[in-house]
């Protein structure tokens, strides 16, 4: 079965980095697009950034283009998201993501990891 594991959340102050990492297992990682969503409480998931499977391209939000960046290590079944110039806006929790190709749709998820910038 897929599992999704997001780490590396945590309490910052702005300025600081992060990086979040997503270890997967149950399914052939480097066959899927993944992806980093970002929800806050009592809203909807928002899309963060996006990876193919072999790293060719990369999509990231408006608001992080510049300072975060999606990588993967396809060897180590691991998804990250390097956060630079966190700022008190990025406070969400963040969850990664497998996208399928059959449905059109991101369809398995972790369980999250909170991040918190203090300013």
């Known amino acids: 079965q897929v599992r999704l594991v997001e780490s590396g959340g945590g309490l910052v102050q702005a300025g600081d980095s992060l990086r979040l990492s997503c270890a997967a297992s149950?399914?052939?990682?480097?066959?899927?697009?993944m992806g980093w969503f970002r929800q806050a409480p009592g809203k909807g998931r928002l899309f963060v950034a996006s990876?193919?499977?072999?790293?060719?391209?990369?999509n990231y939000a408006d608001s992080v283009k510049g300072r975060f960046t999606i990588s993967r290590d396809n060897a180590k079944n691991t998804l990250y998201l390097q956060m630079n110039s966190l700022n008190a806006e990025d406070t969400d929790v963040y969850y990664c993501?497998?996208?399928?190709?059959?449905?059109?749709?991101?369809?398995?998820w972790g369980q999250g990891t909170q991040v918190t910038v203090s300013s």
């Open positions: 993501a497998r996208f399928d190709v059959r449905s059109g749709r991101y369809g398995d």
């Open positions: 149950g399914f052939v990682f480097g066959d899927h697009t």
């Open positions: 990876i193919r499977r072999n790293a060719d391209n990369m």
